[in-house]
Every structure is written in structure tokens, then in C-alpha cells.
């Protein structure tokens, strides 16, 4: 179908510079999810893929073709918004329609095209109500209807989850990758929601205040997160975040949590005698049994059981509080004394003082998101 | 507590009386007075029952004013004939001009845009005492005085500004997302225009023609001073009934009657929209 390149794109607004000499190359048929606190320009960037507005300096290529100075119905491309922006006036088999109708196709072929789509996104029954009587859902399934009605080779899809309850977002999430794979497009895909980002993404750039701060698959974001705040961003319960010194003995390179040397596996050799912060996940913690070496005594605070899984608040002999998860039903503690252990594979270093990884040799900080 | 409610609602009710009774009693007493000769009009003291008669629109439909000095032509149907021309062409054009310019100012930010727009809606600042004169002397020599398309022309002063502010604030009420959307379905801006813009902005499109109407109708220096008889509107033709031989009260409370009565039902059957299109934006929900 169509890859997409963006080099070197500017955008400002007065004195504003909203995206900042950004490059981003998406594959035929991938989906890349930008991910990013509001106000990132996830969303400008998106409207310059559209042609809505033009950028200041750099070039947009759609299947290897510069589309910078083309007008917006010339790009082929399919968007879903964020606030759905369906025509008011027009019923949900009309708004669906509109990019059959821009190619002058025949009604036969509107009404099929229509009606196969609306199928899919199981709309089928409220395609002659307008858009104030459809709920939300049926209001975000009409806005993705009529992105996809036109089999665009680029979708753009702008936080479509973003202003739909829970139980749906659950839902769709589960159906838009397949959805997305059998159409074949190559997907932008805009969210907050890294869940949805984890779910949807071949690949994620996190995005912050213009720039591409990482991209990488979802299982790199997650594993190998370029800086402290990245770290934050995945994962629910967030990541534990600890300050400590590194330092080396013969047995390897360790940090002393609560007098305990914890020794550290992989690559972390440049962070010795730093001052860093240590980010464990969660789920890299378990309680174990006293004595076992490597163990942290601490003290239980709270827990909290989410279904699927448990979360213990504990507080270490210094008073540092730390989040354990462990899936239901394996064994715990809920009270009183405890030690838990480090899972020390999955233990990842930043730098104190800027917040970047240390020592990350397969996470390359992407100033302008060359693939890493 | 009930005391006082049942006092305020008292109050409330004198209060809301008051105004009915001033607002209204002009328009009532004009309606009773078109009914009534001028004798009747001007006893003293004004009576409440009297006999109607239906000559002070025999008279201003014949053209035919009956004076204690005798008889006197009069072309009021002529006049009103003017008024409806000159506000529903000034309205039409306005419209044609006013709404593109409005969809431009409120899209697309161009160099001088605000000034531009500012300029036009300067146009009714100024007082039309001013500009006549000035007005008047270009009119005779580019020949447009007393004449219709003149008239039209200077009308815009009243219509234009008031279509371009009201409908371009409509235009900027319309998300922008639901035009982009538009746009990268794969439409050119022209058949956004119409196919989105203006059928969203329409409540706001009908509010703001129909109030031009009525400030074109209204109006009465610029017919006044650049018009002559036969293409007066009805607000110069009323001067007419300052006869030599006094004052026709009647006809002119019956012209006022007939004159008000178009932009009244106008303003009657589309107060929804008026007040709709005022108050609400036009594409909530």
C-alpha cells in the first residue's frame, strides 16, 4: 500500500515551536502509535499527515510520493478524530458515505461500501440516525466507519478511545488490531493510553514537547525505557523508583537497598559510583522467604486486590515505600513483616540528574527518531 | 417566606404589566387609531369606543387622500412596493457578498483580515447624517441618484456589516475538525463550503438576514435624500400625510399598520430561529 515519511518536520505556532525537527518513517502496513502527554503536538502531527496544516520546514512522503504542498483531498488518506467530528447533518449512512461520494463513485457501490463497513463495526442499525441520536460508541464506530470506508493506504487515527466509557474502549482495543491488520494500512495511531499503546503499537514514539524522546516496539518501551519519565508513563502499577549509589565488588556491580546488596545483572558498568535511580517493576518483586540471599526486610503497608492481581505496599527499614504486584493467588504476605527479592534482570538505571537511562546499549536516545 | 414570595409575585406581576402596557400601548393605539377619522382622533378627550371605518385604507389603496382641501394623490402602494424591492434585493446581495466574506474572515487569517473586517463594521458607526452629503454629490455625478440599484448600493452600509459580523461568528462556532474531516474525505474547500458551512451556519445565515431586513426597511434618511417620489420606501412616503390642510393621523396610523405588518410577520414566524440562532450556537450536540 503506502509507507510514510516524515523528515525533518517543523511546525511552529508564533513563538511557540510545537514539533521540532522531527523524522519518522512508518512501514507499509505498520501501525506506530505516538504516545505522549497532552500538548506533545501528537495531534499537530497527525493534521500535517492529513494535510489540515502545513508544516514550516521538512517533507511529508506517502508511499515514497512528497505530498508537503498538496491540498488535503489529494493525500488519500483515512482520519478519525478524537471528538469524532461527524457532520451534524447529516444521518450516520451519510457521514460514512462522504469519501465514496468525493471519488463520484456509483450509489450501488456507496451503498455496498457503506454497508460492509458498517457491518464490521457492527453500526448497521443506526445507519439512518443522525449524529445526536447515536450514543458515543455508535458515534466512534461512525467516525472509524468512515475513515476506513474509502480503504485509505494511510490511516490516521487521532485518540479514537479517547471519549468512550470503559467497558467499549476494552472492547475495542481487543477488535482494532485485527480490524487494522486486515486492512492492510499503514496506521498512526494517537493515544494516552498505554495500555492502548502497549496493545495496538508494532512500534510506539513516545512523544514530549515536540520530539521523539523513544521509539521502539512495546516490549522495549516497556523493558528498556529511554528516561525516568518514560519509565512512569508505562505500566500500572508504575514503576518503583529508588535513588542509589552503584558501586562493584568481585561478585559484580550492586546496589545497596536497605543495607542488602542487591548485585545487578546485564550491562551496568558505566553507572558505577553515580548517582542513579533504580526502576523495578512491580512485577519484578516477590516476597520470599527469610534468609534467602538477597533479601529485603520490610514492612507491609497496604494491599490492594485488583482481580487479577495483587498490589502490596511495603516500606523498607529506611522508610522508602515500594509497590510489589504478584499475579492472584500466589503466595504473599498481607501483614506485618516481610522480605521480598529482586528480580535483578529486569532492574534498569537512569542518571539522577538528567533522568536518561545508563549504560543502555540497544535503546538509542532518539533526538529525531532514527530506527534504532 | 410565603409572604414575601406572594409579595414578589405581586410585584413581579405589576411589574410585568407595566412594561406590556408600554411596550404595547403604541402599537395598540395605532391599530385604533387607523380605524377612526381625524375628527374622532383628535376629540378631546380621547375616547375608547368608537365607530370604525375602513376609508383610511380605502383611501391609501385607491391612492386616493380625500382633504378638507380636496383631493390628493398619494402613492403609498407604490412606496411599499419600494420598501419590499429595496430590502429583499439589499438583503440578496448582502447575503451573496456577506456570507462568503464572512466563511473567508472567519478561515482563513490573512494579512489585514481584522482590519478589513473592522473597516466594513465601521461602516455603521458612522452616522448616515455624515456620509449623505458627501454621498449625495458622488450619486449625481456617477447618475445614481434616484435610482434603484443606488439605493441598493447604499443599503449595503446598513446590511453588509451586520450579515458579515453576525454569520462570521456562526462560521467560527463550527468546529474546525468537522470541515477538516470534510476535507480529507476527500472534498475541495468549495463543496465544504456548501456542504458543510453553510448548512451549519444556516440558523445564524436566517437570523442575520432577517434583522438586515429590517434595518433596510427601517430606514429612511438615505431614501429620504437620495431618492425622489417613485422609489421611496414607505418610511419617506409617510411624509405625505402632512397635508396642507393638517395632519392625516388616520392614514398614517394605517399606513404604519400596513407597513409594519410584512417585517411583523416575518419577525413572527421566524422568531424561533431568531431567538435560537442568537442565543445558541448552531451545532451543539
Known sequence: ?372 | MEHTSLLERILRGIALALVVIFFMFPIVWILMMSFQTNETILRIPPQLVFEPTLANYTALITGKLMTAAGTLDIAFMRNLWNSVFLSVTSVAVALLLGVPAAYAFARHKFRGSEDIAFTLLSFRFAPALLVLLPLTLYFQKLGLANTYIGLIWVYQLICLPLILWIVRGYFEDIPADIEYAYRIAGHSWFATFRKIALPLAGPGIAAAGLLAFIFAWNNFVFALVLASADKQPVTVGALAFITSSGIQYGQISAAIVLSITPTLALALYAQRYLVEGLSLGAVKG
Not at chain 1, 488535503?72 to 483515512?78: D, L, M
Not at chain 1, 466512534?140 to 467499549?168: C, F, M
Not at chain 1, 519484578?284 to 503497608?301: N, Q, R, W
Open chain 1, 1 to 372: 500500500m503506502a509507507s510514510l515519511e516524515l523528515r525533518n518536520i517543523v511546525k511552529r505556532y508564533k513563538s511557540q515551536t510545537v514539533l521540532d525537527d522531527l523524522s519518522l518513517t512508518v512501514a507499509d502496513g505498520e501501525t506506530l502509535v505516538l504516545f505522549g502527554p497532552s500538548g506533545a503536538g501528537k495531534t499537530v502531527l497527525l493534521r500535517l499527515v492529513a494535510g489540515v496544516i502545513d508544516p514550516d520546514e521538512g517533507k511529508i512522503l506517502i508511499g515514497g510520493e512528497d505530498m508537503t504542498d498538496l491540498d488535503a483531498e489529494f493525500r488519500g488518506v483515512g482520519m478519525a478524530f478524537q471528538n469524532f467530528a461527524l457532520f451534524p447533518h447529516m444521518t450516520a449512512f451519510d457521514n460514512i458515505a462522504t469519501p465514496l461520494q468525493a471519488k463520484h463513485s456509483s450509489q450501488g457501490t456507496i451503498t455496498t461500501g457503506v454497508e460492509s463497513v458498517a457491518k464490521l463495526l457492527k453500526i448497521g442499525h443506526v445507519l439512518s440516525h443522525k449524529p445526536r441520536a447515536l450514543s458515543n460508541g455508535q458515534k466512534q464506530r461512525t467516525a472509524l466507519a468512515r475513515a476506513l470506508v474509502g480503504s485509505p493506504p494511510v490511516l490516521l487515527l487521532d485518540d479514537p478511545l479517547r471519549n468512550v466509557d470503559a467497558k467499549l474502549r476494552f472492547e475495542m482495543r481487543l477488535e482494532l488490531p485485527r480490524l487494522l491488520a486486515d486492512r492492510g494500512a499503514t496506521v498512526i495511531y494517537v493515544t494516552q493510553d498505554y495500555k492502548e499503546a502497549m496493545a495496538l503499537g508494532d512500534r510506539i514514539a513516545v512523544m514530549s514537547q515536540g520530539v521523539v524522546k523513544q521509539l521502539g516496539t512495546p516490549e522495549q518501551i516497556y523493558r528498556e525505557p529511554a528516561n525516568v519519565e518514560i519509565a512512569r508513563l508505562f505500566g500500572d502499577p508504575t514503576i518503583n523508583l529508588l535513588d542509589v549509589k552503584p558501586s562493584r565488588d568481585a561478585k559484580g556491580i550492586y546496589v545497596g537497598l536497605s543495607n542488602v546488596q542487591v548485585h545487578l545483572a546485564g550491562a551496568h558498568e558505566a553507572a558505577v559510583g553515580r548517582d542513579c535511580v533504580i526502576g523495578l517493576r512491580p512485577e519484578a518483586l516477590a516476597f520470599v522467604d527469610e534468609g534467602t540471599p538477597g533479601a529485603i526486610p520490610v514492612t507491609v503497608e497496604a494491599e490492594t486486590p485488583l482481580n487479577e492481581k495483587i498490589v502490596t505496599l511495603v516500606r523498607t527499614v529506611r522508610g522508602r515505600e515500594i509497590l510489589v504486584s504478584r499475579p492472584s493467588g500466589t503466595p504473599g504476605q498481607s501483614e506485618g513483616r516481610a522480605h521480598i527479592a529482586v528480580d535483578s534482570k529486569s532492574a534498569v538505571l537512569f542518571d539522577r540528574a538528567s533522568g536518561e537511562r545508563i549504560g543502555s546499549k540497544n535503546v538509542v536516545n532518539l533526538r529525531s527518531g532514527e530506527a534504532a
